[in-house]
Nanobody, 124 residues
Framework: QVQLVESGGGLVQAGGSLRLSCAAS????????MGWFRQAPGKEREFVAT????????LYVDSVKGRFTISRDNAKNTLYLQMNGLKPEDTAVYYC?????????????????WGQGTQVTVSS
């Protein structure tokens, strides 16, 4: 299995930027499709972005397109989420997740491994 640890969250003003990282250990990182999800208070976990094993062909939820960029460095066993133009509605706990299938998915149920999450708070 793989262990995932997120970092990089924090408090930022609207319009600001943050870069989240997800460090993976255990099994070979490049074997996994990776994704970012988020969960705001009182809401269900929401898909944010996913990327295939080779670091290409990302998918995004419509609300973050043009503002967020998912990427990965397989040599460093690390997944990233660059978040620009942050809005108060982006406030949530952000989770990275790993999927052993070959297909990118926007469904949280398809991801077998999860990190503990990192809090992102955007003030207006």
């Amino acid at each position: 299995q793989v262990q995932l640890v997120e970092s990089g969250g924090g408090l930022v003003q609207a319009g600001g930027s943050l870069r989240l990282s997800c460090a993976a250990s255990g099994r070979t990182f490049s074997n996994y499709v990776m994704g970012w999800f988020r969960q705001a208070p009182g809401k269900e976990r929401e898909f944010v972005a996913t990327i295939n094993r080779f670091g290409i062909s990302p998918l995004y939820v419509d609300s973050v397109k043009g503002r967020f960029t998912i990427s990965r460095d397989n040599a460093k066993n690390t997944l990233y989420l660059q978040m620009n133009g942050l809005k108060p509605e982006d406030t949530a706990v952000y989770y990275c997740a790993a999927d052993t299938s070959m297909v990118r998915s926007m469904r949280s149920a398809d991801y077998e491994y999860w990190g503990q999450g990192t809090q992102v708070t955007v003030s207006s």
